[in-house]
């Protein structure tokens, strides 16, 4: 029953694409938001393989990770009622990438946390044990 479900939904989601009067050259913008559409969900990640380390964690914190652009990525530290209690942006480039964070001296307490990188608009979140 849920594969019909999940079926029919795919149907809906892209029979109205299909369904569409097809009009040739570049004045059509239904055939722009398609092929925008199918960039979007062939593109690569810009973070893989997201490691936060040790954890739990008492002073010295390392997040690594592989980027397949070179750019800026934002670091947030989230406590468990959803406040950003640090963040820090790092430059990042192609390839391996270690940013380490002293949580010891940003007078971070001991607890549960969410750590967040945000990169290019993409989110990328782990959980962290601060002791």
Known sequence: MKRIIFLSLIFVAFGSVLAQPFKKGSDNPQSKNVSASIAQVFTTPVIENMNVYPNPAIDLLKVSFKSNHSGSIEIFLINTIGKRVYNQESTIEIGNNLISIDIRSKA???????????????????KLIVK
């Open 108 to 126: 971070i307490e001991p607890g549960v946390y969410f750590i967040q990188c945000v990169a290019d608009n993409e989110v990328f979140t782990r």
